[in-house]
């Protein structure tokens, strides 16, 4: 009646009578001696038969889809030996039906799994009738897959456990987004070492264990020498090469267990722990692993095919977890390591609490420069340069902080600090500006035309991308003569990179802006690279003019350098000249220009306008 195709049904076992019925046009029941009423009674025993096969028919298609599904389905008999599995199990394992059929799936396998996974299954099936987890098993190649199991035992009305159902899905993606997720939050993607938060915890864990264990631990701090520049230069591609290489080392130098992680940048840090309870023998461990740790990042790096030297600072700090907390143990090894540093690079320095009073007042620095950048406390104070007359030619501008309770600070205390905190291009695009504004007042004053100012540029900022469209801009938008801006530069920046170099200062040349060589001769290869230059100027070093009434060897190294500069057309400045005497020599030589407190000491806009205007003359 209402089933579509055709069905055997078991008709004749129904028949009672002999008459003839008629339910549908299509099924025809071939009857005997039947009854009205039981015509009645048949039809509606076959409407329920009829019902109960569309029921079961309906039953049988929803399986075959089931079936069908994404989800690998394995039926096994109850002594769990496959009899069934669907295209999917086939498709995520690579077995065929005749590869598995009547033999046990691995995850039944007691010899597969650790013993207690398959307890647990064991215990599972027989107390719940089913288990659900995460197992791996094999691909019929040989690649082992994350699966999602669930695995439900079938029980008869007799409560006998006739098959096995297992479903599972293969999560090997699932697995990998997961590990990707976590592989961005804590480590580091260059690298793959663990990253500042992973190590954070880390350390906070080892704190707390030594302080169960009374055990030292160490935090080893290691920052790359000079790396900024090397990035800045040669590009991020050749540092991140670098970087790479020191992960490498830093593994293989040190033991499986200790923890090497990145920071950032070029900063990376290796966490010991179980160095023993004596505080000698644990200083001592740590001293020799840090040597070990500086000659291994010292040795020469083969990058791109080109070797290059590096070397790093390291500082390491003990702790013991009694008193100390993840912050404190931070800054200890950062300031063992910035001493470090300061001792000239390349080495190490363990963290002694003599050296708390420099962590207040670096923490101090820190924020009074922030301040002093945010309220512009700078000042630029002005140094005359002059002739061989003794005519004022112009001026280095040499910046001063004028500290609220300090008074005035001169370069070095804030400079390097400025640099280390990276907020030296906001120092220098202050000192840029206010030479800027004093080259357009002076413009306007007759006395003061003439003068060409000099700004002093530091390494880092020289290195920065944008370095020279922005210094551009800003000479642009004061609307002043580029002619009578020049910049110095000192010779370590031009000596890292020296193409870099040439392409930055040839570029401010075309621009009109000139450019000098600051500090000459206190780098050991200045004269081999001096022609190479586009510079118009070469300061020579204080240094050899204070020696030079005193030391032969000084005064001929002075004379080389001027004769030099003249052979390259260059104009040479003597700084730090103190006295007449130093101030005769150098016009004997043929010095072009002079400066140093003979002539005035760096002075105050007002006093320096008063000095030119008086025709300053020797
Ligand atoms: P520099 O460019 O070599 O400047 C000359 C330094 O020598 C100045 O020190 C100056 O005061 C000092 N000086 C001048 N005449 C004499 C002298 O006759 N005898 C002696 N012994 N010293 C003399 P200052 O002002 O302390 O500056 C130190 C350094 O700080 C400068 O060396 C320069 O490299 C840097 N600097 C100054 N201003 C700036 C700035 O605006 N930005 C950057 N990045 N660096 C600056
Ligand atoms: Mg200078
Ligand atoms: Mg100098």
């Given at each position: 009646r209402r089933l579509a195709s055709t069905i055997t049904l078991p008709i004749n076992n129904l028949v009672k009578t002999s008459r003839d019925i008629s339910l549908t046009g299509k099924y025809e029941l071939r009857t005997k001696k039947i009854s009205?009423?039981?015509?009645?009674?048949?039809?509606?025993?076959?409407?329920?038969?009829?019902?109960?096969?569309?029921?079961?028919?309906?039953?049988?298609?929803?399986?075959?889809?089931?079936?069908?599904?994404?989800?690998?389905?394995?039926?096994?008999?109850?002594?769990?030996?496959?009899?069934?599995?669907?295209?999917?199990?086939?498709?995520?394992?690579?077995?065929?039906?005749?590869?598995?059929?009547?033999?046990?799936?691995?995850?039944?396998?007691?010899?597969?799994?650790?013993?207690?996974?398959?307890?647990?299954?064991?215990?599972?099936?027989?107390?719940?009738?089913?288990?659900?987890?995460?197992?791996?098993?094999?691909?019929?190649?040989?690649?082992?897959?994350?699966?999602?199991?669930?695995?439900?035992?079938?029980?008869?009305?007799?409560?006998?456990?006739?098959?096995?159902?297992?479903?599972?899905?293969?999560?090997?993606?699932?697995?990998?987004?997961?590990?990707?997720?976590?592989?961005?939050?804590?480590?580091?993607?260059?690298?793959?070492?663990?990253?500042?938060?992973?190590?954070?915890?880390?350390?906070s864990s080892a704190l707390k264990s030594s302080i169960r264990t009374k055990q030292f631990g160490a935090l080893v701090f290691l920052d790359l020498d000079k790396f900024k520049l090397l990035n800045d230069s040669k590009g991020h591609g050749y540092g991140d090469l670098l970087l790479t290489e020191v992960a490498k080392r830093l593994l293989r130098t040190v033991r499986d267990e200790d923890l090497v992680s990145r920071l950032g940048g070029d900063e990376f840090v290796v966490m010991l722990e179980g160095l023993g309870t004596d505080l000698t023998i644990a200083t001592d461990y740590v001293h020799t692993i840090g040597h070990k740790l500086v000659m291994e990042l010292n040795q020469t790096y083969i990058l791109e095919n080109h070797s290059h030297n590096s070397s790093a600072s390291v500082g390491i700090a003990l702790f013991n977890g009694d008193d100390s907390d993840v912050e404190s143990?931070?800054?200890?090894?950062?300031?063992?390591?910035?001493?470090?540093?300061?001792?000239?690079?390349?080495?190490?320095?363990i963290f002694d609490m003599s050296m708390q009073d420099v962590i207040e007042q670096k923490i101090q620095n820190e924020k009074e420069l922030h301040h002093a950048i945010a309220l512009k406390q700078f000042e630029l104070h002005y140094?005359?340069?002059?002739?061989?007359?003794?005519?004022?030619?112009?001026?280095?501008?040499?910046?001063?902080?004028?500290?609220?309770?300090?008074?005035?600070?001169?370069?070095?205390?804030?400079?390097?600090?400025?640099?280390?905190?990276?907020?030296?291009?906001?120092?220098?695009?202050?000192?840029?500006?206010?030479?800027?504004?004093?080259?357009?007042?002076?413009?306007?004053?007759?006395?003061?035309?003439?003068?060409?100012?000099?700004?002093?540029?530091?390494?880092?900022?020289?290195?920065?991308?944008?370095?020279?469209?922005?210094?551009?801009?800003?000479?642009?938008?004061?609307?002043?003569n580029p002619e009578k801006l020049k910049i110095e530069l000192t010779e370590t920046v031009i000596l890292h990179d020296i193409d870099f170099a040439i392409e930055q200062i040839t570029q401010l040349k075309v621009a009109g802006i000139t450019v000098a060589m600051d500090d000459?001769?206190?780098?050991?290869?200045?004269?081999?690279?001096?022609?190479?230059?586009?510079?118009?100027?070469?300061?020579?070093?204080?240094?050899?003019?204070?020696r030079m009434t005193d030391s032969v060897q000084d005064t001929s190294i002075i004379t080389m350098i001027i004769s030099l500069g003249k052979m390259l057309n260059m104009t040479i400045i003597a700084e730090g000249i103190e006295n007449k005497q130093q101030y005769d020599a150098l016009k004997v030589m043929r010095c072009d220009c002079y400066q140093g407190h003979f002539f005035s000491m760096p002075i105050g806009i007002r006093d320096f306008e008063i000095l030119v205007k008086s025709k300053y003359s020797i």
């Open positions: 009205n009423d039981e015509v009645g009674e048949l039809a509606d025993t076959f409407n329920e038969m009829l019902d109960l096969v569309e029921k079961r028919d309906d039953e049988l298609r929803l399986s075959a889809i089931t079936f069908n599904t994404q989800e690998a389905i394995i039926i096994t008999d109850s002594h769990k030996n496959v009899i069934k599995i669907n295209p999917a199990y086939t498709q995520i394992t690579g077995f065929q039906l005749s590869d598995v059929e009547s033999h046990k799936p691995s995850f039944f396998d007691s010899n597969y799994h650790d013993a207690d996974v398959y307890q647990q299954i064991k215990a599972s099936l027989a107390q719940q009738g089913y288990w659900a987890g995460e197992i791996t098993d094999k691909h019929r190649d040989g690649r082992v897959y994350p699966g999602n199991y669930m695995i439900t035992a079938v029980r008869n009305d007799a409560d006998v456990i006739t098959h096995y159902v297992v479903t599972f899905t293969d999560i090997s993606e699932r697995i990998a987004a997961e590990e990707k997720i976590r592989d961005l939050a804590f480590y580091d993607p260059l690298t793959h070492l663990p990253n500042r938060r992973l190590l954070m915890d880390c350390l143990v931070f800054l200890q090894a950062d300031t063992a390591m910035y001493s470090a540093k300061k001792s000239g690079r390349n080495t190490m320095c140094q005359v340069i002059v002739d061989s007359e003794g005519n004022s030619i112009g001026a280095e501008a040499l910046l001063r902080w004028i500290h609220p309770s300090k008074g005035m600070l001169l370069p070095d205390d804030f400079i390097p600090l400025a640099e280390e905190l990276g907020v030296i291009k906001q120092v220098g695009d202050w000192t840029l500006n206010a030479a800027c504004q004093q080259l357009k007042l002076w413009q306007e004053i007759d006395y003061a035309q003439h003068l060409v100012l000099t700004i002093n540029i530091s390494a880092l900022e020289f290195q920065q991308h944008g370095f020279v469209d922005n210094l551009l801009a800003v000479v642009h938008s004061y609307k002043i000459f001769g206190t780098g050991y290869s200045s004269l081999n690279y001096l022609s190479q230059l586009p510079i118009s100027f070469v300061k020579i070093d204080h240094s050899f003019i204070a």
